[in-house]
């Protein structure tokens, strides 16, 4: 794997892992999935599969994301997408691995 040139994604070797980050204060995380998995990709996020056939991203924002009726959620959520192991962690943590 070659790691993407997208700066806001970071990739480490030693583990296969590529690595972003979302304010859970402020950004819904299912928008930043798309940026990362499009980054990752090489891909414009339009030309990703809808990400709705493989998660709920408004359930996924309502979880990890910013909004008043939540406080303290701790967890993370994973799925598969575009051949990719997506983990969103509620500490703002995006983690994407390539499907074994």
């Known amino acids: 794997?070659?790691?993407?040139?997208?700066?806001?994604?970071?990739?480490?070797?030693?583990?296969?892992t590529y690595r972003t980050s979302y304010d859970p204060s402020t950004?819904?995380?299912s928008i930043r999935v798309l940026e990362a998995v499009g980054a990752v990709r090489?891909?414009?996020?339009?030309?990703?599969?809808?990400?709705d056939?493989?998660?709920?991203?408004?359930?996924?924002d309502h979880v990890f994301g910013p909004t008043t009726e939540k406080s303290g959620?701790?967890?993370?959520?994973s799925f598969n997408y575009e051949g990719l192991l997506v983990?969103?962690?509620?500490?703002?943590?995006i983690e994407l691995r390539e499907q074994v």
């Open 1 to 16: 794997m070659t790691p993407p040139d997208d700066r806001e994604v970071a990739y480490d070797a030693e583990t296969g």
């Open 27 to 29: 950004q819904n995380p």
């Open 42 to 51: 090489d891909a414009e996020p339009t030309t990703l599969d809808p990400l």
């Open 53 to 60: 056939e493989y998660v709920d991203p408004d359930a996924l």
């Open 73 to 77: 959620v701790h967890g993370s959520l």
């Open 87 to 93: 983990v969103v962690h509620s500490d703002g943590e």
